[in-house]
């Protein structure tokens, strides 16, 4: 399965994408990540090393740019290599604005996700909203 190693922890959702990914992964990977929202009182980033993905799925496109308006959820991280950095920043202008955010390496994007974490302590729900 070309995504796995899912994590939620200390408000970072991670996963690892290699070769193909399929539309029904990236459904999966956001049902994970919006569990992985919702279980957390604070915001939280999505994390994602997709260094060894070869093609992305064209439907997987418009589901994993959607991810990018989940509820409680920062930003959505990626640390991609050359033939796929194109394919990711089309996915971040088809999602919702300044919230996703493509790097070459996982240590920048790591360091980058937990920049937004301090960044974002809290998370104020319209409710809470005055």
Same mark, same amino acid.
């Given at each position: 399965?070309?995504? %796995? ?10 996963? *690892? /994408? %290699? ?21 957390? $009182? ?23 740019? *959607? ?6 959820? +920062?930003?959505?991280? +990626? ?14 202008? !088809?999602? *919702?604005? $300044? $919230? %996703?955010?493509?790097? #070459?390496?996982?240590? /920048? ?6 920049? !937004? !974490?301090?960044?974002?302590? /809290?998370?104020? #729900? ?5």
């Amino acid at each position: 399965m070309p995504i %796995t190693n899912y994590e939620c922890h200390d408000r970072v959702f991670f996963a *690892k /994408e %290699t070769g193909f990914v399929t539309t029904e992964e990236a459904y999966v990977w956001v049902e994970k990540l919006e569990s992985c929202a919702s279980q957390n $009182q604070q915001p939280i980033v999505a994390l994602v090393d997709a260094l060894e993905v070869t093609r992305i799925s064209p439907v997987a496109y418009q589901v994993f740019s *959607k991810a990018s308006f989940t509820e409680n959820v +920062v930003g959505v991280v +990626v640390a991609t290599n050359a033939v796929i950095t194109q394919t990711s920043t089309t996915i971040s202008r !088809l999602g *919702k604005r $300044q $919230q %996703t955010w493509v790097f #070459s390496t996982l240590d /920048e994007a790591r360091q980058y996700a937990l920049r !937004l !974490l301090e960044e974002n302590p /809290e998370y104020d #729900s319209p409710d809470q909203a005055e």
